[in-house]
Structure formats: structure tokens, C-alpha cells
């Protein structure tokens, strides 16, 4: 199985000043399960090379088992210092395609006309998408195959407002 694992480009937090990406563990702990299962696993970005890891999620409280492995796996640090341009690339030619979370997402692949298009035509496909925390915002503007939001009508989960004042 080829699994296309779509991670962000985005690294500013609003106007905050503060800094994002992706989120570590929402990377590093679906790789491995997907890894470890056999499958062939291609990290993109909208710009390619390497997107901005979300410095929170480096810190020592938020280290796992996965995190250290990821960090300590040199094929695992030039795969995602070396993703492949979202453009670049096509769902036919992926089984499945993931987005791990951060609070990146919400500002370029949520808006991400390529990323869009990706997601509708693995959906026309009947391929898995799978999205976790910030990420199901990328599906906020894709469209099914009857030209209606993908997630109408349907239950979606995801990191609340609720747990985002929780967290500060």
C-alpha cells in the first residue's frame, strides 16, 4: 500500500508572532503504525523540503516513544527534511492519503487549491483520507462527487474551539 501523508507549510500562528507547522506526534505515531504495517509511505508539502515542525511539539512533556524514534531515524529525517511538492504529485498514485495535524493546516491546506483537488479525486476514487486533530479542516472546502461539501451531513471530529481555549 502507498500512503501520501500531506503535511503543512505553514509556520506563523495568526498574527500572534508565535510559531507552527505540524504537530510531531501526529506525524511520528501514524508513520510508524503505517511503516511497520508494510506500507511505502511519500511525505509532501505545498512548498516541499522541510515543513515547520510546531516548536510545542518538541518539547520534553510531549515526547513519546514515537517522537524519539522519528528523531533518532535518519530515512524518517530525510524523508520529511526532503517532502515532495503537493503540486508535483497525484492521488493515483497513492492508496490512501493522511494529514497529520497542527495548527498549520488551518492556514495553507485548508485553502490549498491542489490540496482540495487531491482529496476530491481520492475521494471520487474511493480511497481512504484520513485527517487527525487541527487537520479535518483541510476538508472545509472540498466537494463530493455530487458537487456538495465532502463532510455534509456527516460526523466530523477534531480539535474544538472548546479545547483550544482549554490549552491556551
Same mark, same amino acid.
Given at each position: ?76 529525517? %530525510?524523508? @520529511? ?8 504529485? /497525484?492521488?493515483? =498514485?497513492? #492508496? &490512501? ?50 458537487? %456538495?461539501? @465532502? ?8 480539535? /474544538?474551539?472548546? =479545547?483550544? #481555549? &482549554?490549552?491556551?
Amino acid at each position: 500500500m502507498k500512503i501520501l501523508v500531506v503535511l503543512t507549510s505553514h509556520d506563523q500562528l495568526g498574527d500572534t508572532g508565535e510559531k507552527t507547522g505540524f504537530w510531531l506526534e501526529e506525524l511520528a505515531a501514524p508513520y510508524y503504525a503505517f511503516l511497520d504495517a508494510g506500507a511505502q509511505l511519500t511525505l509532501a508539502s505545498p512548498k516541499g523540503g522541510l515543513p515547520p515542525l510546531d516548536p510545542k511539539s518538541n518539547e520534553p512533556d510531549f515526547q513519546t516513544d514515537a517522537t524519539r524514534r522519528f528523531e533518532a531515524d535518519t530515512a524518517a529525517m %530525510k524523508a @520529511l527534511a526532503n517532502t515532495r511538492t503537493l503540486s508535483d504529485l /497525484s492521488s493515483a =498514485e497513492f #492508496d &490512501a492519503v493522511f494529514y497529520p495535524g497542527g495548527h498549520g493546516p488551518l492556514w495553507d491546506l485548508a485553502e490549498d487549491v491542489t490540496s482540495i483537488a487531491l482529496i476530491e479525486h481520492a475521494n471520487a476514487s474511493g480511497k481512504p483520507i484520513a485527517t487527525v486533530c487541527h487537520a479535518p479542516a483541510v476538508l472545509l472546502h472540498v466537494k463530493g462527487s455530487d458537487g %456538495k461539501p @465532502l463532510i455534509a451531513g456527516k460526523a466530523v471530529t477534531g480539535f /474544538s474551539n472548546s =479545547e483550544e #481555549d &482549554a490549552a491556551g
